[in-house]
């Protein structure tokens, strides 16, 4: 892992760094030693690891909770290099669905494809982290909705370290196993007026979950209309499993 900068304001210390070819950040309490839980979050589709209401969440984790928190460029987003393979399928996938394919159906086969990839970045980044004086092995958890939601769940249901995870915008086409090996505390977060996962889709990934602690969260509005108290609901869950 090599920092390219370090910098601190309002008593969060941002590093960001390159873990080989993949470029990250890593947010913790400015000046404070020790370890400490570490949530990965996971950003959107066409977002990136600075992405601003990620950033948002991730501060306020720091601040109010002690935390770690880190986030990647996921392939093709970001930092990363222009990756053509996946311009190509985007490309592709927007002709099928202008040809009255499925999007559901198309997104999860993406996701399920950059996961493939995402996931093994995303263990080797705990690896690094947790090695770290300021971080350490302590438990971890993971955020990501949409995007984060899709590489999220086999993220999860690999990496025994995460011990509660947030998760939502997402439906069961191509994540059902995944889902059932995964038995953490959860929260799901569910758009009632969803455009782009149907609902009966959402609702079926929820009830594939293995987890005994799992939360539906369901707010009336489409994709990208979370409401802002969902974050506070979010702090005191992580503050609940992971201290």
Known sequence: ??????????????????LGDVPGVVWTPDGAGGTRPLIV?????????????????ARRLVAECGFAVVAVDVPGHGDRPVDEE???IADENRARVEAGEDIAVLIAEFQAMVAR??????????????????VGACPVGYWGISLGCGLGVPFVAAEPRVRAAVLGLGGVTAKAQDAARITVPLQFLLQWDDERVPRSRALALFDAFGSAEKTLHVNP????????????SML???????H
């Open 1 to 18: 892992m090599r920092f390219t900068s370090d910098s601190a304001s309002h008593g969060v210390r941002e590093q960001l760094f390159e």
């Open 41 to 57: 979050m996971g950003h959107g589709g066409g977002r990136h690891k600075k992405d601003p209401e990620l950033e948002t969440r």
């Open 86 to 88: 996946l311009n190509r």
């Open 117 to 134: 990839r995402t996931v093994p970045e995303w263990r080797s980044t705990v690896d690094a982290l947790q090695r770290l004086e300021h």
């Open 221 to 232: 509005g489409r994709h990208a209309e979370i409401p802002d108290f969902e974050d506070d």
């Open 236 to 242: 005191r869950f992580f503050a609940r499993h992971l």
